[in-house]
């Protein structure tokens, strides 16, 4: 049998008498159990003893698995030396156990194994009960006096709270009525918004373009600008037409103003025209959007 350190001299003692008192020449089947102590509290540690007396020729094995020791949980065990006189042996364990169940009484018995020739058997202990102390009796519980002392603290309302509550949970239906009613004139105004900031944007990188050195590398960009951006305002291929066919499309001053800048960038000629080429490309762009978005405001009049 397994033999762990002992921490407990005293009950040790108690133990070793138990088995000295054993009379050798004979011996019984079933093993005995002990609680150390009859009186424990709820989740408190218990100390319970299991002894069994045995040919000294068994092999003998204690439980050691929780589901023997129900309605108790097994915290830990220690083992006692075997001791053995003449044909009889005497092993010991002590169990640390605990429990939260609240009966007043509970019980306990416990199992032992002996192995003989490939051959084992089970032999149950007596049962042995634990009585536990009462945090509060039945009799105080009865009482008028303790019952009338538990009172219950009403909670205070807080009316300022509520009434938040109420205005802004009001204020959020309001809005969602208003948004329901004018669902189509805010999608309007929305679609709107969008078409000018993305003029405002083609406004604001002109601009700056213009105002930076007019290298070869800043005109092309410059004029890339400008033809998506009609691009996307006149919804033809602005991007790829030349400056014969845009003359054609948006006039001679706008064609001459694409030649200016278009010789400058391939034919390597500096011209003081630029910035006059680039004026005539920014305020043509700015007049067809206050036509384009006047057409497109109403193009939504008709839709919402």
């Keep these: ?77 220690v083992f006692f030396p075997t001791h053995t006189k003449d044909s009889t042996s005497v092993d010991s364990v002590i169990y640390t156990l605990r429990t ?18 490939n051959d084992s058997t089970a032999f149950w202990s007596n049962t042995d009960s634990l009585f536990f ?3 509060v009796s039945d009799s105080l519980l009865k009482d008028r006096l303790l019952v009338s002392s538990a009172d219950f603290i009403k909670k205070k309302e ?17 809005l969602a009525l208003l948004a329901l009613i004018f669902q189509n004139q805010i999608k309007k105004q929305i679609l709107l918004y969008r078409f000018q900031e993305k003029q405002n944007v083609y406004n604001k990188n002109f601009l700056n373009l213009m105002k930076s050195d007019l290298n070869p590398e800043n ?19 602005f991007d790829s037409l030349s400056s014969v066919e845009i003359e054609k499309v948006s006039g001679q001053k706008v064609g001459l103003a694409i030649r200016e800048i278009e010789t400058s960038l391939f034919g390597g000629q500096n011209s003081e025209r630029i910035p006059l080429a680039l004026q005539i490309l920014y305020s043509y762009s700015k007049e067809r959007f206050r036509e384009r978005r006047l057409a497109y405001k109403n193009q939504l009049k008709n839709l919402y």
Aim: aromatic share 16%; no cysteine; charged share 20%.
């Design 100 to 117: 939260f169940n609240v009966d007043k009484i509970q019980t306990l018995k416990l199992p032992v194994w002996t192995f003989v020739e």
């Design 219 to 237: 005109l092309e960009q410059v004029l890339g600008l400008w033809r998506n951006q009609m691009k996307w305002m006149e919804k033809k291929p």
């Design 133 to 135: 102390q009462e945090l």
């Design 158 to 174: 807080n009316k300022m709270l509520s009434i938040g509550l109420l205005i802004f949970f009001g204020i959020l239906t309001l």
């Design 1 to 77: 049998m397994i033999i762990s350190n002992f921490k407990y001299p005293l009950t040790f003692l108690r133990i070793w008498t138990l088995i000295g008192t054993f009379s050798i020449a004979t011996f019984g089947q079933n093993p005995s159990i002990n609680f150390i102590s009859k009186n424990a509290n709820v989740g408190q540690d218990i100390k319970v003893s299991l002894t069994y007396r045995h040919n000294a020729k068994s092999d003998v094995f204690f439980p050691n698995k929780a589901i023997y020791f129900k309605p108790f949980e097994l915290k830990n065990y």
